[in-house]
């Protein structure tokens, strides 16, 4: 496949389509914020309290007996721990009439006397407001870190290219989990501040290419120059891209409940931000005066 991308010439008019890529990508951001509001999120019990218990047996446990037995609970998750197969960690939300230890209560009576528990957690309701807020805020000041450094590392029209097809990233994403009502807990933000520094990696590589064609062709169009920056990192953008999904899709499969948000949001993230570097980041250039920036760029020095 490097072999095959090396000896090809990309030369794809992506500006051509670019009113197709806008709509869609507002498409797709409208209906991501219209079921964020609507529907919600299904947070787990990380942002919405409950009990995680981790509990063992002298025989091997059967998942799907287990998840028969607590089929009443709300939010129920059930996974397997250590290699053995006599361990699992079971986690489920109250009902609103019920708090937590009167839910503890009934997961023990319903498992039976055959079940010892190595430990029990219990999440209150204020906890998990409190991860609320903390993990907005984090969200927002990864966001506002990227932007400044880019800021600083290229020049500010950069920087609104590559934030405004992060955020956009980062909205369709979770507009996801709120559409399918997916589990949303600490482990899924955790995939979407990993995701919010990939998602960079595309737009910066190839704004570098921008800026050395800004130094070395002066007479050529803006839009031709853009297009020419796209397609010459273009099979790069697609080798990282496939290389990356690889890994997050076998995540995504064999990785279990436990890792299941995590490698989702990075599977729907590099897709996006694959997508987002091409149809979004760049072009958004061709609306700024980025014709003078090429008397200001300092030819990159790579042996330094």
């Not at 998840?67 to 609103?96: K, M, W």
């Not at 880019?150 to 909205?171: K, M, N, S, Y």
């Not at 290389?243 to 064999?254: E, M, Q, R, S």
């Not at 987002?276 to 072009?283: E, G, T």
Request: glycine share 6%; charged share 20%.
């Amino acid at each position: 496949m490097k072999k095959l991308f090396k000896k090809r010439e990309f030369n794809f008019d992506f500006f051509a389509k670019d009113k197709i890529f806008y709509t869609l990508s507002i498409l797709m951001v409208l209906i991501s914020c219209i079921s964020f509001f609507v529907r919600g999120m299904n947070y787990g019990i990380d942002f919405e309290g409950g009990v995680q218990i981790e509990a063992s047996s002298s025989e091997q446990i059967k998942l799907d007996t287990v998840r028969q037995r607590l089929h009443f609970l709300r939010g129920l998750t059930v996974q397997s721990t250590g290699e053995d197969g006599q361990h699992v960690i079971i986690q489920a939300q109250p009902d609103p009439a019920q708090n937590s230890a009167q839910l503890l209560t009934k997961i023990k009576d319903a498992l039976g006397s055959s079940y010892s528990y190595q430990s029990v957690e219990i999440i209150g309701p204020s906890i998990g407001n409190e991860l609320k807020e903390k993990s907005l805020l984090a969200s927002v000041l990864a966001l506002l870190a990227i932007a400044i450094y880019i800021w600083f590392r290229f020049e500010w029209p950069f920087a609104v290219g590559c934030l405004v097809a992060l955020a956009h990233d980062l909205i369709v994403v979770v507009g996801v989990f709120s559409l399918f009502q997916i589990d949303f807990n600490m482990v899924v933000v955790a995939g979407l501040l990993a995701l919010a520094g990939y998602d960079c990696n595309d737009s910066i590589v190839t704004y570098d290419r921008v800026r050395e064609n800004l130094k070395k062709y002066r007479k050529m169009p803006v839009v031709e120059l853009l297009n020419k920056s796209i397609n010459e990192t273009l099979s790069r953008t697609i080798l990282t891209s496939l290389t990356t999904l690889i890994v997050v899709l076998v995540l995504l499969f064999v990785g279990g409940d436990a890792l299941f948000g995590f490698s989702l949001a990075m599977c729907l993230g590099t897709i996006l931000g694959t997508y987002s570097s091409i149809c979004i980041a760049v072009p958004l250039l061709k609306y700024f005066d980025i014709r003078k920036l090429g008397d200001t760029i300092e030819t990159p020095n790579f042996n330094t």
